[in-house]
């Protein structure tokens, strides 16, 4: 079935510096991909996503594209912040007996130092 | 603003008790999930509900059991706790037609089982 594979965490970065999260998928088809983010002790919530080859997903200084040719959809920001502070989280859509579910990755811890 | 709410933040319970986990939404949505997050592993799939009275099994349903008898309500029922069941549950909700496939989740309840 479809799946997908995060870098391995978690990410410590100082603020302002440069971020890319590592994020490649197996899938049948062309399906969505998406980046949720999770704020310490909240849920997930949507933070970019792109439904079709070469789309590109922004939200809050985060860009992913997705890239057909080599399975992937990392995401990236060219500087980040304390409030960036999260476990990011990439996934796909995928179809389970009839119905479209979300298949994600493991998830990447990201802590950003003052 | 749109909300899913799972009743219980933190629940610790004994092995073999059975244990309930709440979620409701207020979205008027069809579709409604139940994952657990793990370290390591991500999010995976227990259960989920195209309607009212539908369910389907996810990628690890042995051990859970749904309920989903009103449209905003959907359950997950630990008919007897066992400690491989600690963990992160999240429950999140979409509509029907949403093209896009993009879920809103609740906080989270963290089960403890002793």
């Known amino acids: 079935g479809n799946s997908v594979t995060q870098m391995e965490g978690p990410v410590t970065l100082s603020e302002e510096a440069f971020l890319t999260i590592n994020c490649t998928y197996t899938?049948?088809?062309?399906?969505?991909l998406f980046w949720y983010v999770q704020y310490p002790g909240e849920g997930l919530q949507l933070l970019l996503k792109a439904t079709k080859a070469d789309d590109k997903g922004s939200n809050k200084g985060f860009e992913a594209t997705y890239r057909k040719e080599t399975t992937s959809f990392h995401l990236e920001k060219g500087s980040v912040q304390v409030s960036d502070s999260a476990v990011y989280f990439c996934a796909l859509s995928d179809e389970l007996r009839g119905a479209q579910k979300l298949v994600f990755g493991q998830g990447t811890r990201l802590t950003i130092n003052p | 603003d749109v909300k899913v709410t799972q009743s219980s933040r933190y629940l610790v319970k004994r092995t073999g008790e059975k244990v309930f986990l709440e979620c409701v939404q207020d979205m008027d949505h069809e579709n409604m999930f139940w994952y657990r997050q793990d370290p390591g592993l991500g999010l995976r799939l227990i259960y989920f509900?195209?309607?009212?009275?539908?369910?389907e099994k996810g990628d690890i349903p042995e051990g859970y059991s749904v309920s989903r008898e009103k449209k905003e309500r959907f359950s997950l029922i630990l008919e007897s706790a066992s400690t491989n069941q600690t963990s992160m549950y999240l429950c999140?909700?979409?509509?029907?037609?949403?093209?896009?496939?993009?879920?809103?989740f609740g906080a989270g309840s963290r089960l403890t089982v002793l």
């Open positions: 509900s195209y309607d009212v009275k539908m369910k």
């Open positions: 899938a049948t088809g062309y399906p969505s």
């Open positions: 999140a909700s979409r509509p029907w037609a949403s093209g896009a496939n993009v879920l809103t």
